[in-house]
C-alpha cells in the first residue's frame, strides 16, 4: 500500500484549519482510508508499528546539550579572560627575553614563573565556571525530565479500549477524548457529545471552541474543556502543529527577574571596578615614569609598566561580580531540588523568587486544606434523616467502586422499610454520576453500596446523554431512554437544583408538590448540615414520561434526597494557615460551598478566628460577581471566604487583588476552568491530581495536593531571595576592600607595584565567586523566615543594614590590610614590603574573607553569628576547604602566588585579625539597631 498523506499536509490542514484539504481529502473517512484506519475499530495491533514507523512516534527529540568543552570555550572567549591571557603570554615572553630592572640579568630561571602562574590561575577560572554551568545545565536538565508525566491515554485499537502511554499514540489512532485533558497530539474529530476546546494558547483567542462540523480540528497543545467524543490522530511529535513549534523555538531559556536585576548590579559595579583599574595603573605608570625623570639611576623596564598593566586587568577581573548571577543560578537549582522533596514541582524557575514576596494565597478548599477523602455521614430522604457512621482513618475511602462496602452505622431497618424512594435516590446518583471518577462521585458509590443497591451500578455506561457536572454550572444532567420516554437524572449543589424543583418524594415513593412551607423545611435540613461544615448535594428526577430527549427540557422536577458529604481537614492546616499569618500573607479560601460550610470549614481551618464576625468579609461569588470592578478591589483586601465560587470569580478575585501593585498573588486550582486563574496569578499552584489543563497552566505542581506546600514554597522562596543578599553583601565587602587596598598599597609602595599580585587578585576571584555563591547560596532555611511580613516589591536589593554591613566590614578589612602595610612591618618583625611582609597582607585578607562567611550568614540584626550554624554545613566545609587551601598555598606556593613560608606568631596575628570581624559585625549590628529604634520613636512621635 502507498501512503497518500504526508506528516507535513496532516499538520498543516489541522494546524490552519484548512476545511478545504479536509474536503478535498474526503474528510474524516477519507483520511481514515488513506490511513488504512477503520472508524469502527481503530489500528490493528501490527499497524501501529509501521505506524509509527511512517509518521514517528508522540515524543520529541531532547534538546541538544553543550559539552564541557563547549562550556570551556564560553568562559575562555570571556573579554578579561582574553586579556589576562594575552598578558599572560606578554609576560612570559618578556620574562624570559627582558633584564631584570633591578640585576640588569634576564632571569631564565624565575623569568618565566609570573607568567605561567596567571596562565595556570586563569585556566583554573575557566575551568571552574565551565564545570559549574556544565553542571547547572545537567542540574536543570534532570529537574526538566523529573517534571515530565507518563500520561495515560484511552485509545480504541482492534474494537477494544487500550490505556496507553501518550508517547506511544501514533497517527491513525482513534483518541477517545475526556473533559479536562490536554491535547498531545493533532486529531480530527470524529464523534462528539459536547466538545469544547480552549485553543487559547494556540491561537490567542480567549473565547471557548465549540467542536462540530464547522471545526473538528483538534490541534496539539490545547485543553479540551468540556465534553467527550472520538477522534483521529493525524500528527504526533515534532510533526504535530505544537511540536514543530517547540522545536522551532526551543532557546536558551530566559533569566529570571532577579537574576536580571543581578546581570544589571553586577554591570554597575563593573564599572567602578574597571575605573579602579584604570586608576591604579595610572598611578602606579605616573609614579614609575616621574622616577625615571628624576632619578638617575632609575632604569627603564617595559616588563615593569606590563606587570602594572596585568595588574590592572587583575583588578578588574576581582572586581566584576561575574558570581552574582551564578550565585541565583545555584540557589534556585538548589531550592527547586530541595523544594521536589518537600512535594513541590517547580515547573517555571522563576516562581521559586517570586513565591518569597507572596502577599495573598487564594486556596481552593477540597483536596487543598481538607483531606480529599471523603464519605457520606448525612442523609435526609422522604422528610427521614439517616447517619452513617465516620469511618475511621484506616476506612476512608481509597479503593475503587467494585471494593467491599465498610460497615454502616446507619438504621438499615428503617432504610429497608422505605425501599421505593431509596431506590430511585440509588438509582439517580448512579446514573447522574456516570464515567464519573472523582472522590465526590466515589463517595457516593460508597453510599450507594451502604443503601444496599450495588448491584444497580452498570457494568459499562449505558446509552443515555450526559452534561458532566462543571465548577461553574453546578450541576451534572444525565437523560436516560425509558420505555414511552425518557428520565431526567440531576445532581448538584443542593440550593441551585433545590430551586429549580417542583416537588419532593414521601417515605413511600409518592410525589407532592414542593410547597413554600416544606421548601423551607428542606433548607433549614439544608443549613443544619452546612453548619456542620459538610458538603451538601441535592439529588433530582423529573417524570419518566417526557418524550424529549434533549438535556435542557423537563419538568415538575423531584427533589428526592439531601446529601451531606464530611471532608476530614488535614491535620497540618491548622498550623500551616498560622504560620501565613504570621508571615504577613492573606489566605483567602474560594470554595464552591455554600457560605454556611464555607465559613465553617473556614473557621476550623484558623482563616477565620471565633473572635471575627465580619460577615462583610465573608462573600458569595454572584455578589462578587455583580460588583463593579473599583467596589471589587475595595473589598477583595479584607475578603476570606468566597463561597459559591466559580473559576471566573477566581479570576475575578486575582484580578482585584492585582489592583494594588505591591500584591503578589499565589492561587490553587485542580479544574480544567481553573486554568486562567492559574496562568493570571503571579504563582499558580495545580495539585497533582488535577487535570492536566490546570497543571499546563500552573507554575509548580503540589504532588501530594497539600496546602502546606504552598507555605514551604513560600519558606524557600524568601531564603532564596534572603541567601542571594547574604551573596551580595559578603562580595561587595571584599570586591571594594581589594581594589581599595589595590589602589593605596599601589600608591605606598616604593617598589611601584601592587601589595596584591595577579595570581593572589585571581586566587580571591575564586573565593569570591564560585566557593561564596556555593557556601552562602545553599543556606537552608528556617521557621523563623516565617516570621516577618513579605518584602515590597520596589524593596531595593541591597538595604540599609546591607549597607551598614558592606560599610563597616569593608572599612575594617581596609584599616587592617592598611595598618599592616603602614606598621606592620615593624609588629611582624620583618622587611618593609618585603616577601614576607607582603605574604603576611595577603593571609590576613584572605582569612579576613573566611571570618567575613559568617558574619555574612545573617541578614538582620541577629547579634550571634554563629547562630543556627548547624544548618550551615555546606558553608562550614566550604570555609575549611579555603583556610586549608591558603594553609598549603603560603607554605607551598613559593615563587608561583609571589609569597614565602610565615611563622607561627605571624599566623597567630593574621588570625587575631580576621577574626576581629566578628566582634566588629555585632558592634554593627547594635549601631544599626539603635539608629532603627531611634528612627521608631521618632515616627510614633
Given at each position: 500500500?502507498?501512503?497518500?498523506?504526508?506528516?507535513?499536509?496532516?499538520?498543516?490542514?489541522?494546524?490552519?484549519?484548512?476545511?478545504?484539504?479536509?474536503?478535498?481529502?474526503?474528510?474524516?473517512?477519507?483520511?481514515?482510508?488513506?490511513?488504512?484506519?477503520?472508524?469502527?475499530?481503530?489500528?490493528?495491533?501490527?499497524?501501529?508499528?509501521?505506524?509509527?514507523?511512517?509518521?514517528?512516534?508522540?515524543?520529541?527529540?531532547?534538546?541538544?546539550?553543550?559539552?564541557?568543552?563547549?562550556?570551556?570555550?564560553?568562559?575562555?572567549?570571556?573579554?578579561?579572560?582574553?586579556i589576562l591571557i594575552v598578558a599572560a603570554v606578554l609576560s612570559l615572553v618578556l620574562g624570559l627575553t627582558t633584564p631584570d630592572p633591578r640585576t640588569g640579568l634576564v632571569e631564565y630561571s624565575t623569568g618565566w614563573i609570573e607568567g605561567a602562574a596567571i596562565l595556570v590561575s586563569v585556566t583554573i577560572v575557566i575551568m571552574v565556571t565551565a564545570v559549574n554551568d556544565f553542571k547547572k545545565q545537567e542540574k536543570f536538565a534532570e529537574l526538566e525530565?523529573?517534571?515530565?508525566?507518563?500520561?495515560?491515554?484511552?485509545?480504541?485499537?482492534?474494537?477494544?479500549?487500550?490505556?496507553?502511554?501518550?508517547?506511544?499514540?501514533?497517527v491513525g489512532d482513534m483518541l477517545v477524548l475526556q473533559s479536562g485533558t490536554r491535547i498531545s497530539v493533532d486529531a480530527?474529530?470524529?464523534?462528539?457529545?459536547?466538545?469544547?476546546?480552549?485553543?487559547?494558547?494556540?491561537?490567542?483567542?480567549?473565547?471557548?471552541?465549540?467542536?462540530?462540523?464547522?471545526?473538528?480540528?483538534?490541534?496539539?497543545?490545547?485543553?479540551?474543556?468540556?465534553?467527550?467524543?472520538?477522534?483521529?490522530?493525524?500528527?504526533?511529535?515534532?510533526?504535530?502543529?505544537?511540536?514543530?513549534?517547540?522545536?522551532?523555538?526551543?532557546?536558551?531559556?530566559?533569566?529570571?527577574?532577579?537574576?536580571?536585576?543581578?546581570?544589571?548590579?553586577?554591570?554597575?559595579?563593573?564599572?567602578?571596578g574597571v575605573a579602579a583599574a584604570c586608576i591604579t595603573f595610572v598611578i602606579l605608570a605616573a609614579k614609575e615614569t616621574i622616577l625615571l625623570w628624576t632619578l638617575k639611576d632609575q632604569r627603564f623596564s617595559f616588563m615593569k609598566y606590563w606587570e602594572m598593566l596585568t595588574t590592572a586587568v587583575a583588578i578588574v577581573v576581582v572586581a566584576v561580580p561575574e558570581g552574582l548571577p551564578l550565585s541565583v543560578t545555584i540557589s534556585l537549582a538548589y531550592s527547586m531540588q530541595q523544594m521536589l522533596d518537600d512535594k513541590n514541582l517547580v515547573r517555571h524557575l522563576?516562581?521559586?523568587?517570586?513565591?518569597?514576596?507572596?502577599?495573598?494565597?487564594?486556596?481552593?478548599?477540597?483536596?487543598?486544606?481538607?483531606?480529599?477523602?471523603?464519605?457520606?455521614?448525612?442523609?435526609?430522604?422522604?422528610?427521614?434523616?439517616?447517619?452513617?457512621?465516620?469511618?475511621?482513618?484506616?476506612?476512608?475511602?481509597?479503593?475503587s467502586i467494585n471494593s467491599e462496602p465498610p460497615a454502616s452505622v446507619a438504621d438499615l431497618s428503617d432504610i429497608s422499610t422505605n425501599k421505593a424512594i431509596i431506590k430511585k435516590v440509588a438509582e439517580t446518583i448512579i446514573y447522574s454520576s456516570l464515567d464519573e471518577n472523582n472522590r465526590t462521585a466515589l463517595a457516593l458509590m460508597e453510599l450507594v453500596r451502604r443503601l444496599g443497591y450495588s448491584d444497580l451500578i452498570p457494568a459499562s455506561t449505558p446509552e443515555c446523554k450526559r452534561d458532566p457536572f462543571t465548577s461553574s454550572k453546578k450541576q451534572s444532567k444525565t437523560r436516560m431512554k425509558v420505555k414511552g420516554g425518557s428520565v431526567m437524572y440531576l445532581k448538584g449543589a443542593s440550593e441551585v437544583i433545590l430551586a429549580k424543583c417542583t416537588h419532593w418524594m414521601t417515605q413511600a415513593g409518592e410525589r407532592l408538590p414542593l410547597t413554600a412551607e416544606h421548601r423551607k423545611s428542606v433548607e433549614l435540613v439544608l443549613h443544619e448540615y452546612a453548619s456542620m461544615g459538610l458538603r451538601t448535594l441535592c439529588v433530582a428526577n423529573s417524570p419518566g414520561s417526557e418524550r424529549s430527549y434533549e438535556l435542557d427540557v423537563y419538568t415538575e422536577l423531584t427533589c428526592l434526597a439531601l446529601i451531606g458529604i464530611e471532608e476530614p481537614i488535614r491535620p497540618e492546616v491548622e498550623e500551616a494557615i498560622a504560620q501565613c499569618k504570621a508571615a504577613g500573607i492573606a489566605v483567602k479560601m474560594v470554595t464552591g460551598d455554600n457560605l454556611v460550610s464555607a465559613v465553617t470549614v473556614a473557621r476550623r481551618c484558623g482563616i477565620v478566628t471565633d473572635e471575627y464576625n465580619d460577615s462583610r468579609d465573608m462573600l458569595e461569588g454572584k455578589e462578587f460577581r455583580e460588583m463593579s470592578s473599583a467596589a471589587r478591589a475595595a473589598r477583595v483586601k479584607s475578603t476570606v471566604v468566597l463561597a459559591r465560587a466559580t473559576p471566573l470569580d477566581k479570576q475575578l478575585l486575582i484580578?482585584?487583588?492585582?489592583?494594588?501593585?505591591?500584591?503578589?498573588?499565589?492561587?490553587?486550582?485542580?479544574?480544567?476552568?481553573?486554568?486562567?486563574?492559574?496562568?493570571?496569578?503571579?504563582?499558580?499552584?495545580?495539585?497533582?491530581?488535577?487535570?492536566?489543563?490546570?497543571?499546563?497552566?500552573?507554575?509548580?505542581?503540589?504532588?501530594?495536593?497539600n496546602f502546606v506546600g504552598v507555605?514551604?514554597?513560600?519558606?524557600?522562596?524568601?531564603?532564596?531571595?534572603?541567601?542571594?543578599?547574604?551573596?551580595?553583601?559578603?562580595?561587595?565587602?571584599?570586591?571594594?576592600?581589594?581594589?581599595?587596598?589595590?589602589?593605596?598599597?599601589?600608591?605606598?609602595?616604593?617598589?611601584?607595584?601592587?601589595?596584591?599580585?595577579?595570581?593572589?587578585?585571581?586566587?580571591?576571584?575564586?573565593?569570591?565567586?564560585?566557593?561564596?555563591?556555593?557556601?552562602?547560596?545553599?543556606?537552608?532555611?528556617?521557621?523563623?523566615?516565617?516570621?516577618?511580613?513579605?518584602?515590597?516589591?520596589?524593596?531595593?536589593?541591597?538595604?540599609?543594614?546591607?549597607?551598614?554591613?558592606?560599610?563597616?566590614?569593608?572599612?575594617?578589612?581596609?584599616?587592617?590590610?592598611?595598618?599592616?602595610?603602614?606598621?606592620?612591618?615593624?609588629?611582624?618583625?620583618?622587611?618593609?614590603?618585603?616577601?614576607?611582609?607582603?605574604?603576611?597582607?595577603?593571609?590576613?585578607?584572605?582569612?579576613?574573607?573566611?571570618?567575613?562567611?559568617?558574619?555574612?550568614?545573617?541578614?538582620?540584626?541577629?547579634?550571634?553569628?554563629?547562630?543556627?550554624?548547624?544548618?550551615?554545613?555546606?558553608?562550614?566545609?566550604?570555609?575549611?576547604?579555603?583556610?586549608?587551601?591558603?594553609?598549603?598555598?603560603?607554605?607551598?606556593?613559593?615563587?608561583?602566588?609571589?609569597?614565602?613560608?610565615?611563622?607561627?606568631?605571624?599566623?597567630?596575628?593574621a588570625i587575631i585579625l580576621s577574626a576581629g570581624s566578628l566582634p566588629v559585625s555585632v558592634m554593627i549590628k547594635m549601631f544599626l539597631k539603635r539608629k532603627r529604634e531611634e528612627t521608631d520613636r521618632t515616627f510614633s512621635h
Open positions: 500500500m502507498t501512503f497518500t498523506l504526508e506528516a507535513e499536509s496532516l499538520r498543516d490542514m489541522v494546524g490552519q484549519k484548512d476545511h478545504e484539504v479536509y474536503s478535498r481529502l474526503g474528510g474524516a473517512a477519507g483520511i481514515a482510508k488513506g490511513l488504512e484506519v477503520n472508524l469502527q475499530t481503530g489500528l490493528a495491533s501490527a499497524e501501529v508499528e509501521r505506524q509509527a514507523v511512517r509518521y514517528g512516534k508522540n515524543i520529541l527529540p531532547p534538546a541538544e546539550r553543550l559539552t564541557l568543552w563547549d562550556f570551556v570555550k564560553d568562559a575562555g572567549s570571556d573579554r578579561t579572560m582574553l525530565h523529573s517534571s515530565i508525566e507518563n500520561k495515560m491515554e484511552v485509545v480504541l485499537r482492534e474494537g477494544a479500549k487500550h490505556y496507553i502511554s501518550s508517547e506511544d499514540i501514533v480530527v474529530l470524529i464523534s462528539s457529545q459536547g466538545v469544547i476546546c480552549d485553543e487559547s494558547d494556540i491561537t490567542g483567542e480567549t473565547d471557548d471552541i465549540h467542536k462540530s462540523g464547522s471545526d473538528v480540528f483538534l490541534i496539539s497543545g490545547t485543553s479540551l474543556t468540556e465534553g467527550t467524543g472520538t477522534a483521529l490522530v493525524t500528527a504526533v511529535g515534532e510533526s504535530s502543529f505544537c511540536g514543530h513549534i517547540a522545536m522551532a523555538t526551543r532557546a536558551k531559556k530566559k533569566p529570571t527577574p532577579l537574576q536580571e536585576k543581578l546581570e544589571s548590579l553586577a554591570d554597575t559595579i563593573g564599572k567602578f522563576a516562581a521559586c523568587e517570586t513565591m518569597g514576596g507572596a502577599t495573598s494565597i487564594c486556596s481552593d478548599k477540597t483536596g487543598t486544606l481538607t483531606t480529599n477523602e471523603m464519605a457520606v455521614i448525612k442523609l435526609w430522604t422522604g422528610g427521614q434523616h439517616f447517619d452513617f457512621a465516620r469511618p475511621k482513618e484506616s476506612d476512608w475511602l481509597r479503593v484580578e482585584a487583588l492585582k489592583e494594588d501593585p505591591q500584591q503578589v498573588v499565589a492561587v490553587t486550582g485542580d479544574g480544567t476552568n481553573d486554568g486562567p486563574a492559574l496562568k493570571h496569578a503571579d504563582v499558580g499552584f495545580a495539585m497533582n491530581s488535577g487535570t492536566e489543563v490546570a497543571k499546563a497552566a500552573s507554575d509548580i505542581i503540589l504532588t501530594d495536593d507555605v514551604k514554597a513560600v519558606m524557600w522562596g524568601r531564603n532564596v531571595n534572603d541567601n542571594i543578599r547574604k551573596f551580595i553583601q559578603f562580595q561587595l565587602t571584599v570586591n571594594s576592600a581589594a581594589c581599595l587596598i589595590a589602589i593605596i598599597g599601589a600608591c605606598m609602595s616604593e617598589s611601584n607595584l601592587s601589595p596584591l599580585k595577579p595570581v593572589q587578585l585571581l586566587w580571591l576571584n575564586l573565593i569570591m565567586d564560585s566557593l561564596a555563591a556555593l557556601g552562602l547560596a545553599t543556606e537552608l532555611p528556617s521557621a523563623s523566615l516565617l516570621n516577618r511580613d513579605p518584602l515590597p516589591k520596589n524593596t531595593p536589593i541591597i538595604n540599609r543594614s546591607m549597607w551598614g554591613f558592606i560599610i563597616g566590614q569593608g572599612l575594617y578589612q581596609l584599616k587592617v590590610c592598611l595598618f599592616l602595610l603602614s606598621y606592620g612591618h615593624e609588629w611582624l618583625g620583618v622587611e618593609y614590603f618585603g616577601d614576607s611582609h607582603l605574604t603576611c597582607v595577603f593571609n590576613a585578607f584572605v582569612l579576613l574573607q573566611v571570618a567575613n562567611f559568617f558574619n555574612a550568614r545573617h541578614l538582620g540584626l541577629e547579634l550571634n553569628v554563629f547562630s543556627e550554624i548547624h544548618r550551615s554545613h555546606v558553608l562550614v566545609f566550604i570555609a575549611g576547604v579555603i583556610t586549608m587551601m591558603q594553609v598549603f598555598i603560603v607554605n607551598y606556593g613559593g615563587v608561583f602566588f609571589g609569597v614565602v613560608p610565615v611563622s607561627v606568631d605571624q599566623w597567630l596575628k
